[in-house]
T-cell receptor, first 111, second 117 residues
Framework: GQNIDQPTEMTATEGAIVQINCTYQTSGFNGLFWYQQHAGEAPTFLSYNVLDGLEEKGRFSSFLSRSKGYSYLLLKELQMKDSASYLCAVSYGGATNKLIFGTGTLLAVQP | DTAVSQTPKYLVTQMGNDKSIKCEQNLGHDTMYWYKQDSKKFLKIMFSYNNKELIINETVPNRFSPKSPDKAHLNLHINSLELGDSAVYFC????????????????FGAGSRLTVL
């Protein structure tokens, strides 16, 4: 079966750096995705990794190690508006290419 | 102009009733989805359509019936509602289906919160 693990909650300080880890077990891995979801709103796409390594997009970076089944999302220069749930999602399954989500990490940014 | 719009935003109804949620996307995407997010915030895929054809049908009770009249619309009808159906239902779309990474860059609608009493 497919399984995704990420911490339930994290707290960080405005201006700091935070790393949100995600581990997964799946067959037919196609890629790993990160989505942000503010309370009461829709998830929005942040980044994806298909190959090993680091992908950088402004203040957000995402890393993937396929051999370890491990990814992290790095948020730099934290702002209060970054308080949200961060969802790790794995794409698998060949042609049908399903996207399965983790339960999300609720990040609270404090002044 | 909203990219993925779904209605209604809130729906409160009694057990046993039948209800529908509508979804429309104006992004020109080929693929549309229904996801269910429960009280624990777990987001789970229910259905996916590519150009009006069903391509993903997860283990969902047959009380749930999706309908796609065209590739810009995907509606969800639920019969005989149960307490456990209470959740937020998200519609989403993506540019392509299949193994391309674009397939999983989803644009979500704002969600429809269903409460079954």
């Amino acid at each position: 079966g497919q399984n995704i693990d990420q911490p339930t909650e994290m707290t960080a300080t405005e201006g700091a750096i935070v790393q949100i880890n995600c581990t997964y077990q799946t067959s037919g891995f196609n890629g790993l995705f990160w989505y942000q979801q503010h309370a009461g709103e829709a998830p929005t796409f942040l980044s994806y990794n298909v190959l090993d390594g680091l992908e950088e997009k402004g203040r957000f970076s995402s890393f993937l190690s396929r051999s370890k089944g491990y990814s992290y999302l790095l948020l730099k220069e934290l702002q209060m508006k970054d308080s949200a749930s961060y969802l790790c999602a794995v794409s698998y399954g060949g042609a049908t290419n399903k996207l399965i989500f983790g339960t999300g990490t609720l990040l609270a940014v404090q002044p | 102009d909203t990219a993925v719009s779904q209605t209604p935003k809130y729906l409160v109804t009694q057990m046993g009733n039948d209800k529908s949620i509508k979804c429309e996307q104006n992004l020109g995407h080929d693929t549309m989805y229904w996801y269910k997010q429960d009280s624990k915030k777990f987001l789970k895929i229910m259905f996916s359509y590519n150009n009006k054809e069903l391509i993903i049908n997860e283990t969902v009770p047959n009380r749930f019936s999706p309908k796609s009249p065209d590739k810009a619309h995907l509606n969800l009808h639920i019969n005989s509602l149960e307490l456990g159906d209470s959740a937020v239902y998200f519609c989403a779309s993506s540019q392509v289906s299949g193994t391309g990474t674009g397939a999983n860059v989803l644009t979500f609608g704002a969600g429809s919160r269903l409460t079954v009493l």
